[in-house]
């Protein structure tokens, strides 16, 4: 395994535990109200973007797809709790 791939799957592992506290966070607290929504949604979508181009680069690129991959689900778990959280906490105020 060359330097470059060594770096590419060091950087990719480092991105994709970047997510992990704020998702554990959110639900171990059951709250998001601090979250920003649109960022999530928007950094999935740029996730997913990089995925489609590291899966139609020749030869696919392991180091982008894999954590991309990856960071692409911990975003949607953390809209998916951003949203059911909310309104959790919009019915207890009912």
């Not at 992990?20 to 928007?42: G, R």
Request: charged content about 15%.
């Amino acid at each position: 395994m060359t330097f470059l791939k060594i770096l590419g799957y060091t950087a990719g592992f480092i991105s994709m535990t970047s997510f992990i506290p704020q998702v554990y966070k959110t639900w171990k607290v059951k709250s998001a109200k601090d979250v920003s929504i649109q960022m999530f949604i928007i950094y999935s979508t740029s996730t997913f973007l990089w995925i489609v181009y590291g899966i139609k680069s020749d030869p696919v690129q392991y180091p982008i797809c894999v954590p991309n991959t990856i960071v692409l689900f911990l975003s949607i778990a953390q809209v998916i709790l951003k949203i059911k959280y909310d309104r959790a906490e919009k019915n207890a105020q009912k």
